[in-house]
C-alpha cells in the first residue's frame, strides 16, 4: 500500500521543513533511489513513511493517520485482545511453555519464564487473522477490497499481508486498527501501544488445555504447509526426471 506523493511531500514539509530528500534519506536509512523513484511514480510506500517518521522520533501511528487511507488509525488504537497477543507468540515458545509447564508440574517447582521470540514469526499474519475472525472475514476482506482470494492466500501464504488489508480486517473484527500492522512487521507492538510484557500475560492466563490446543492447532496447520511443500517438491523433481 502506498500513499500518494503529494501528500507525502506536504507531510514531509511539516516534520523536516528545511530538509533534502538526501539528508531525509539518510537520516530514515533508506536509498535516496528508492525514494526518488516513488516520488516520480506518484506513490510512496507506507514503509518510508514509517522509517522517516523512525528517523524524526514521531509516533508512527499519528504519522499514519495524516494520510486520508489511514486517517482513522490512531484514533483506532487498541489493546489487543488475549487470543491477539497469543497468536504473536511463535509455535517454538508456544511449545517451550506447553514442555515448561508440564516439567514443572512433575517437579513442583516454579513455572519457567519464556523469553519470546521477537514478532513476527514465521506464521504471525495467519495466527493474528485466525484470532481476530468472525467466521468469513477473508471473505468479507475479498468483498471489502476487491482483492481476489486467491491474491489474498498468496499474502497469507508468504506472511504478508499490505498495511490497508491489514487495517479493513481489524475494522472488520473490531479490534485495535494498528494491530495488524504489528502481526505484518511494518510497526513494532510499542509503536501500537501495546501495553509491555502482555505477550507474557496473556500466556500466563491461558489454562493448560487451551495452551495444548492451541499448540496443537499450530502444529496441525505446520504440518499441512510443510506437506505441501513437500508435494511441490515432489512435483518439480517429478518435472525434471521426465524432461531428463
Aim: charged share 20%.
Amino acid at each position: 500500500m502506498t500513499v500518494s506523493a503529494v501528500s507525502f511531500q506536504r507531510w514531509l514539509d511539516v516534520v523536516a521543513p528545511a530538509m533534502s530528500h538526501a539528508a531525509v534519506c539518510r537520516g530514515a536509512g533508506i536509498k535516496r533511489s528508492t525514494l526518488a523513484q516513488q516520488v516520480v511514480r506518484g506513490r510512496v510506500s507506507v514503509a518510508t513513511v514509517v522509517a522517516v517518521s523512525r528517523s524524526r522520533r514521531l509516533s508512527v501511528v499519528e504519522s499514519l493517520s495524516v494520510f486520508p487511507d489511514y486517517r482513522d488509525v490512531a484514533a483506532g488504537v487498541a489493546q489487543p485482545t488475549d487470543a491477539e497477543l497469543l497468536s504473536q507468540i511463535s509455535d517454538m515458545d508456544l511449545l517451550r511453555e506447553v514442555l515448561a509447564r508440564s516439567a514443572s508440574a512433575e517437579s513442583g517447582t516454579d513455572d519457567v519464564q519464556i523469553e519470546f521470540s521477537p514478532i513476527p514469526h514465521r506464521a504471525s499474519v495467519r495466527a493474528w487473522l485466525d484470532a481476530i475472525g468472525p467466521s468469513g472475514l477473508r471473505q468479507q476482506l475479498c468483498r471489502s477490497t476487491g482483492i481476489a482470494p486467491q491474491n489474498l492466500s498468496t499474502q497469507i501464504s508468504a506472511n504478508r499481508l499490505t498495511p490497508g488489508l491489514a487495517i479493513c480486517c481489524a475494522r472488520i473484527a473490531g479490534v485495535g486498527l494498528a494491530n495488524g500492522l504489528v502481526a505484518t512487521g511494518l510497526i513494532t507492538s510499542v509503536e501500537a501501544g501495546w501495553a509491555p510484557g502482555s505477550r507474557a500475560e496473556a500466556l500466563r492466563r491461558t489454562a493448560n488445555s487451551a495452551l495444548v490446543e492451541l499448540a496443537a492447532g499450530r502444529m496441525d496447520a505446520l504440518s499441512r504447509t510443510l506437506r505441501r511443500r513437500e508435494q511441490d517438491a515432489a512435483a518439480a523433481e517429478s518435472v525434471w526426471e521426465n524432461i531428463g
